[in-house]
């Protein structure tokens, strides 16, 4: 399936090649048809000699409706080319020509209307114009047919040649990401919204559910595919490269309209600012700065739009640079996208060029926009998969756990930082609940460093136990044993919270004992039960311990809770766990 634009100069014959070629009239409004001339964008289709469908976007030629042009070309494969042998090459045929290239059509075929009755030396004359018209751009190796429709004449070869162009012009490629600029837009009794344009980058399917952003939106609105129709022909699905009827359902209040978009919800980046090439036409008389009413033309919408020139402060004619283009409103836009740029004021194409870069985060003093993936890492750092897919259109695998894109120098940052911080943490190690999602990724990627109960630390220190067992606090409570010092200073909390979770401590009732000391302290209770065991008192195990009611206290309160005792009035027996006395 391939789409084609007509394009050329008003009363050169468009419109009727188009209903010759398909037997359905583009021009669709009344207005069109009572005057003779093509006001807005018509739709028909037609199958080729060979079998291959065709749609054609049969746009105004007139220089009041190049907007409406501009809406119709924007998605097309290729162009038929209309030049009228009686008047020859005019100033529409040039700038639709322009606009074309602009917009990266690359494929075409001229038709050399309006024939009948002129001798072969004029016919000739008017080749010859045409090919030096079309001379270094992409027409050059064109084929030029000559046609008469209202005649009869050359249909038949232009459909062999339209199959010839098919043949080496690609077909839409299908990314699994579907847009849809609409271009028309109408109620149908009964069904409701009716949405038309050329789908690209992917498939629809009846059913789906479909994001509608653009100008018309006070903001995105989703809706559901409620039937599909191409070339008149109802379908369950629709694949990129087809011309495409849309019903929707689930609308509030707005209705789409030309300029706006269908998408899959979270699939696109919606853009406001945009970093583009831009290539001034050589025909220009001024140069291009800030300074000027411009209109930028993206997808099929028209938009007014502020515009700075990176790098210098004005382009000349036939020049190329960067160019930063601010929107009034956000759109799904991608690199590699194309745009033209007018100037309302003077009422002419400026240029235009390609989207580089959808959301700019370098300021236009220092941008340098490209669709290097490269330099959006470079710029950015770090980038999730979902949102690198978005802002470039690529997806690459994650260099760091399963979800982020990472520049290498980044990454190599972050990764000396990390190696830093460890080295200089605690016995411990680094605690990763202080680190951000990122850090914590990164650590448990690094060479040389054990990443265990939340915390991170050299491979070379040993375990846990072993990095605390040297802990000068450990050593303070193993020497005072029975009255031992309080944490306050001596000790991080999270170190003692892992120095009891590692059962070096036993904390009670903020009293902090060496786990040697209350070991050694359930011995001397078991040989005082042993001499008493109707049971002792706590003065008697204050006095065998040497301690005070300070710390006997909490440390009796553990000996009952873990079984070495049980307390029975102000007595203290055995427990189910009480040790051999020592």
């Known amino acids: 399936m391939h789409v084609l634009a007509t394009a050329g100069h008003v009363d050169h014959g468009k419109s009727t090649l188009v209903e010759a070629l398909t037997g359905t009239d583009p021009d669709r409004l009344v207005e069109e048809r009572e005057r003779g001339l093509t006001i807005d964008l018509g739709f028909a289709s037609t199958r080729l000699p060979s079998g291959a469908e065709l749609a054609f976007v049969d746009v105004p030629g007139h220089v009041r409706f190049i907007k409406n042009m501009l809406a119709g070309v924007g998605a097309v494969d290729a162009c038929l080319f209309v030049v009228a042998a009686t008047e020859g090459w005019k100033p529409q045929s040039e700038e639709h020509l322009r606009i074309l290239e602009l917009l990266g059509v690359r494929h075409g075929l001229v038709a050399l209307t309006k024939v009948a009755g002129l001798d072969d030396e ?159 036409l050589a025909t220009l008389d001024h140069e291009v700065s800030r300074r000027g009413a411009y209109q930028a033309y993206l997808g099929s919408g028209e938009h007014a739009v502020g515009l700075r020139v990176l790098g210098s402060q004005a382009l000349a004619p036939g020049g190329e640079g960067h160019v930063r283009i601010h929107l ?97 943490a605690g016995p411990l190690g680094l605690d990763l609940a202080t680190l951000d999602d990122r850090q914590r990724a990164v650590a448990s990627t690094l060479a040389g460093v054990v990443v265990e ?32 010092p309080d944490p306050d200073d001596r000790i991080e909390r999270v170190e003692l919270r892992e120095l009891v979770r590692l059962g070096l401590v036993v904390e009670r009732d903020g009293c902090c004992f060496a786990v040697e000391a209350v070991d050694e302290a359930a011995r001397v209770v078991a040989g005082l039960l042993l001499a008493r065991p109707e049971g002792i008192t706590v003065a008697t195990i204050r006095d065998a311990l040497g301690t005070t009611r300070k710390f006997l206290l909490p440390l009796l309160a553990h000996l009952d809770a873990s079984g070495v005792t049980r307390r029975r009035g102000d007595l203290r027996v055995a427990g189910p766990r009480l040790p051999a006395s020592r």
């Not at 926009?369 to 330099?375: D, E, G, L």
């Not at 470079?378 to 990472?406: F, I, K, S």
């Not at 939340?454 to 040297?470: F, H, K, V």
Request: net charge neutral; charged share 25%; glycine share 10%.
């Open 122 to 280: 004029w016919r000739e004359l008017a080749r010859l114009d045409v090919t030096d018209h079309v001379a270094g751009t992409f027409l050059a190796p064109s084929e030029i047919v000559e046609v008469d429709a209202p005649a009869g004449q050359g249909l038949q070869a232009l459909r062999e040649a339209l199959d010839r162009l098919l043949v080496s012009t690609p077909t839409a490629a299908d990314h699994g990401r579907p847009r849809l600029w609409v271009d028309r837009s109408f109620s149908a009794r009964g069904s409701g919204a009716v949405v038309t344009g050329t789908l690209t980058g992917g498939s629809l399917e009846v059913g789906e559910e479909l994001l509608v952003v653009g100008p018309t939106m006070r903001r995105p609105q989703r809706v559901r595919v409620r039937a599909l129709q191409s070339h008149n022909e109802s379908r369950e699905s629709a694949g990129p490269g087809r011309r495409v009827a849309v019903n929707l359902s689930g609308l509030a209040h707005e209705r789409p309209y030309r300029g706006d978009a269908l998408v899959r919800p979270d699939q696109w980046f919606l853009s406001r600012t945009l970093d583009c090439s831009l290539g001034v």
């Open 328 to 424: 009034p409103v956000a759109l799904p836009l991608l690199p590699g996208d194309r745009y033209v740029l007018r100037e309302s004021g003077r009422s002419e194409t400026v240029g235009g060029g390609e989207v580089l870069d959808v959301d700019p985060v370098l300021p236009a003093s220092k941008a340098t926009p490209s669709r290097s993936v490269a330099r959006v890492l470079a710029e950015r750092g770090w980038v999730e998969v979902d949102t690198l897919e978005r802002l470039t259109g690529e997806r690459r695998p994650p260099d760091v756990a399963g979800r982020w894109v990472v520049d290498p120098a980044a990454l190599t940052e972050a990764a000396e930082s990390l190696r830093t911080a460890i080295a200089g």
């Open 453 to 484: 109960g939340g915390w991170a630390r050299p491979a070379s220190g040993g375990g846990a136990q072993e990095s605390l067992a040297a802990h000068p606090y450990l050593a303070a409570l193993r020497a005072a044993r029975f009255s031992p």
